[in-house]
């Protein structure tokens, strides 16, 4: 009898062992063949703001080549930090990655208490995309040119405004750093993303937004609005009748406006190593470059640790912003 009983422990060990090798193979499998399923793709804030404009096109050209779909997720909310939020608590299997942005770099100095840290809680995977800020108006309110309006703000210290994508983002920091480098006064008015703020601004209920070029590019050419500068020390290739920052006597504005790519931490490094491969793949693809080109848009080529470095010096460099201007949320 103990013999049986010890054959058939044997057998029952050699089975369960079995099984698992098989289900681990299985889960190694599914992991080498990433994405086996519909990847989510967060992005913190509302339809028609920057980051979509980037997230939409390189979701499509991904669906192209993996034949699996990536599926927009916009949680717009306390100036992209919801979303940021709910990507740091989402499995980290690679089904569920963040496209944050140079906000959330900015959050650590303006916010006294965040459901993340942009450091500890992701795996910092790779840029998307980096565009320059540009200042744009209502061309139905705004007839002249960037010094002429300056001009007037001047003036009328407090009778203009600014609309941002929220409080502590990059659109509400380079209104700030505006405000420093010119003298000038001027109230701002947080929005829940960049898209809703825009489209106050083509209705007439705000002065001006400072924003990511690849969010008011399409408005541009249509028309709509109104470009009086691009942030930096030269002109936009997709814009080259709008003035520079340098050239109107601000040869220190210089402000960007990146988007990134992140996982959620504990993300596989086989599962990381092959979300870069089919990023890389869909960024070196002629229709994102031009989808990019027609945006002002560059294409940062960084490693994850060159990405890694980047954010970190983002941090610390717009915590000084920061405490110079004394920008609070308001």
Not at 40 to 50: D, K, R, S, Y
Not at 148 to 170: H, Q
Not at 228 to 251: H, I, Q, W, Y
Request: hydrophobic share 40%; net charge positive; with cysteine.
């Amino acid at each position: 009898m103990k013999h049986f009983k010890t054959n058939t422990n044997r057998r029952q060990w050699m089975a369960l062992t079995a099984a698992a090798c098989a289900a681990w193979g299985m889960e190694a499998q599914a992991q080498s063949a990433w994405p086996t399923k519909p990847v989510t793709l967060i992005v913190p804030f509302p339809a028609g703001g920057g980051t979509d404009a980037f997230a939409r096109p390189f979701s499509a050209q991904f669906a192209k080549q993996t034949g699996k779909t990536l599926i927009i997720d916009n949680r717009g909310g306390a100036g992209g930090n919801l979303g940021a939020g709910v990507a740091a608590k989402a499995a980290p299997d690679g089904y569920t990655l963040f496209m944050g942005a140079v906000h959330h770099s900015i959050a650590p100095s303006m916010y006294p208490k965040l459901d993340y840290d942009l450091e500890r809680d992701f795996v910092p995977l790779t840029m998307i995309a980096m565009v320059p800020q540009v200042l744009v108006v209502n061309p139905k309110k705004v007839s002249g040119d960037f010094k002429s309006f300056l001009a007037d703000v001047r003036k009328n210290p407090g009778k203009f405004n600014y609309g941002s994508a929220g409080g502590g983002t990059s659109h509400h920091m380079a209104g700030e750093l505006f405000k420093l480098q010119t003298n000038t006064f001027i109230t701002h008015i947080p929005y829940r993303g960049a898209g809703p703020a825009l489209q106050d601004l083509m209705g007439g209920n705000v002065d001006m937004v400072f924003d990511g070029l690849g969010s008011s590019a399409q408005h541009i050419k249509s028309g709509r609005l109104k470009a009086l500068m691009v942030s930096g020390t030269k002109r936009n290739a997709a814009f080259p009748d709008v003035p520079c920052a340098a050239e109107l006597g601000l040869p220190d504005y210089t402000v960007s406006t990146w988007y990134g790519l992140w996982a959620p931490k504990g993300t596989p490094a086989d599962v990381q190593a092959h979300i870069l491969e089919e990023v890389k793949k869909v960024s070196t693809g002629e229709e994102l470059k031009v989808a990019w080109a027609n945006n002002g848009a560059d294409f940062p080529a960084m490693t994850s640790a060159q990405f890694a470095t980047f954010v970190h010096n983002e941090i610390k460099r717009w915590a000084s912003v920061v405490k110079a201007s004394g920008a609070k949320l308001d």
